[in-house]
């Protein structure tokens, strides 16, 4: 079945390591995105991808970064530099230009300690 | 961007319907509406999209005034399971990918 997959769901690390979560699609959609959400929040966007070897800055970029190396493929790297890491965080793919929806992964809950 | 507006939180009985507004009074010609909901820590949900005819699917109806500056999302008779937050964002289907902003949402609580 196509869908889209977050791995792992709940990740724990210690403060100042880099964390990277896996985001993998199979559905051959070529955008794909990260998304944060705070407890009670809505979701704010990390970054986008719109195509392979090409991705664009959100409205929380800083901290984090991103590779789109495939298609399938859209991994997050949070960073040390990232002052409050711990969220949920999802990913989320959808094919461009037509009227679709976008599909979403079940989310990566991150707890620094 | 059309920037959307919808109250923070409702309650729907059972077995009611549960219309939840929206207002995106800058949507141009060209951009959708969509609704999304998102059950407790899991990804959000495709519901339904517009562009300017009323819509149903076999979850909800979307009702979109003549005007295109706001819409309601109703459920027609609300479970338990309907127990949600809802997103109404507007895209396009073209252009940036960015496109694709949340808000807040409305937290529905659908009561027994």
């Known amino acids: 079945d196509g869908g889209i997959t977050q791995s792992p769901k709940y990740l724990f690390r210690k403060e100042g390591q880099n964390v990277t979560l896996s985001c993998e699609q199979n559905?051959?959609?070529?955008?794909m995105y990260w998304y944060r959400q705070d407890p009670g929040q809505g979701l704010r966007l990390i970054y986008y991808?719109?195509?392979?070897?090409?991705?664009q800055k959100g409205d929380i970029a800083e901290g984090y970064s991103v590779s789109r190396e495939k298609k399938e493929s859209f991994p997050l790297t949070v960073t040390s530099a990232q002052k409050n890491p711990t969220a949920f965080y999802l990913c989320?793919?959808?094919?461009?230009?037509?009227?679709?929806?976008?599909?979403f992964g079940q989310g990566t809950r991150l707890t620094v300690v | 961007d059309a920037k959307t507006t919808q109250p923070t939180s409702m309650d729907c009985a059972e077995g009611r319907a549960a219309n939840l507004p929206c207002n995106h009074s800058?949507?141009?010609?060209?951009?959708?509406v969509y609704w999304y909901r998102q059950i407790h820590s899991q990804g959000p949900q495709y519901i339904i999209h517009?562009?300017?005819n009323n819509e149903t699917n076999e979850m909800a109806s979307l009702i979109i005034t003549e005007d295109r500056k706001s819409s309601t999302l109703i459920l027609p008779h609300a479970t338990l399971r309907d127990t949600a937050v809802y997103y109404c964002?507007?895209?396009?289907?073209?252009?940036?990918?960015?496109?694709?902003?949340f808000g807040s949402g409305t937290q529905l609580t659908v009561l027994p």
């Open positions: 989320a793919s959808k094919r461009q230009g037509q009227v679709t929806e976008a599909f």
């Open positions: 800058t949507i141009s010609g060209n951009e959708y």
């Open positions: 517009g562009l300017k």
């Open positions: 991808s719109q195509i392979v070897n090409d991705f």
């Open positions: 964002i507007v895209t396009r289907t073209s252009g940036s990918a960015r496109q694709l902003t």
């Open positions: 559905l051959n959609h070529d955008a």
